[in-house]
């Protein structure tokens, strides 16, 4: 297949332009006299639709403009403007914005009869193959308006998610990096300092004493192993991951943490209730939604679990029956899931399955948070006290001495 860059007429009479992939010129022109627009010139142009093929393959955008994209597509399209002017004049309201060039090439691909999803699947930085997948079916079945509508509504949901986590993690995160400035500089100024004075004195030292010393003393002799393994420990729990089987026993792990493991698998199981309804209600077939979904949810033992559930949806075996074979499924979920398949309304069984993780997640993360942040400052006192009766306990020998 040849990549040309023509020149054509549209139906305004207006000229147009653009680079279309096609296997001969007669190919081209008759997908242009298909979108209604007649060839003028054509002519191979690897060089030039490589660049731009790379470009558009590296184009990036932010999550809010995309949410904008779709929800303005979503209502243009309710309102009944046609596909190619609802992406034009998109392109005219976003002149001189990052997002721009993107629209435009979306715009000059479905005028000369290229698929949406086609043209999308050009920034797959921008849109990911869910988005592809969904925009095809929408497409195929007619209810594009619907699929943009829910495309919007789920990457706000996850805009959303991710600013309740950021706002959440933001004090704990600012209270550890201090309390563990704080405490290293005890242990690897004040408290060495102290020890000279002592050893000057020749006293006899507390056994906690000796102990807080040994501790500075070991992190004086032994920072860069310290440095190190806190460096070279999640390089290499990140490459292993790399590896199925460590990934899996890894995300297991983590799952199997108290208070955060089961936070941690309830967003696992949001990201697959939410990504899988979504792709089944645009018309896309369970088996595919599955195999979809399978590389969304962002665990590996989820996604192992979710893989099998895909093997055996293909011969035939109901979904929520392999489901429950699998602990990394709330036996909530599979319930739910069941009563879907049953009644025949697995898309709405999914969605209250989504929704109901959406109420109940935020108010996890409050509850965690509301225990961690002064459990943090109650281990920070302590350690400060410790290294405070340390201190003290030779004074109060001393004095007793004397």
Known sequence: MALFHYRAYNAAGETISGFLEADSVSTLEA?????????????????????????????????????????????????????????????EDLAGSRFEPV???????VEVGQPLHEAMALFPKIFAPQVTAMIRAGEVSGNLPEVFQGLSDYYEWLDNLNAEVRQSTIYP????????????????????RFAGLLTEMDLEVPALTR??????????????????????????????RRVPRFAIAWDRFMMSIPVFGP?????????????????????????????????????????????????????GTPMSRTMAEHDVFPKTLVTMIATGETSGSLDTALASVAAYYNTLIPRRIKTLFAVFNPAIMIVLIAVVGVVALSVILPILELWNMR
């Open 211 to 240: 102990g807080v010393m040994a501790i500075s003393h070991a992190l004086l002799e032994h920072w860069p192993v310290l440095i190190g393994g806190g460096i070279g420990v999640p390089l290499a729990i990140r490459f292993g």
């Open 263 to 315: 936070l941690l698998s309830m967003f696992a199981i949001t990201r697959f209730a939410q990504n899988l309804g979504m792709l089944y209600r645009s018309g896309i077939t369970l088996p595919r939604a599955l195999e979809i979904t399978r590389d969304l949810v962002g665990n590996r033992a989820v996604e192992a679990a979710v893989a099998e559930v895909h093997a055996n949806v293909l011969i």
């Open 173 to 192: 995160a600012t209270v550890i990096i201090v309390a563990t400035a704080f405490v290293l500089l005890l242990f690897t100024f004040v408290v060495p």
């Open 103 to 109: 629209v435009a090439e979306l715009c000059r691909k």
């Open 31 to 91: 997908r242009l006299r298909a979108a209604g627009n007649w060839l003028l010139d054509a002519e191979a142009s690897s060089r030039a639709v490589t660049d731009t093929a790379e470009k558009n393959r590296r184009a990036r955008a932010r999550r809010h403009e995309v949410i904008t994209f779709f929800l303005q597509m979503s209502l243009l399209l309710r309102a009944g403007v046609t596909l190619p002017h609802a992406l034009a004049r998109l392109r």
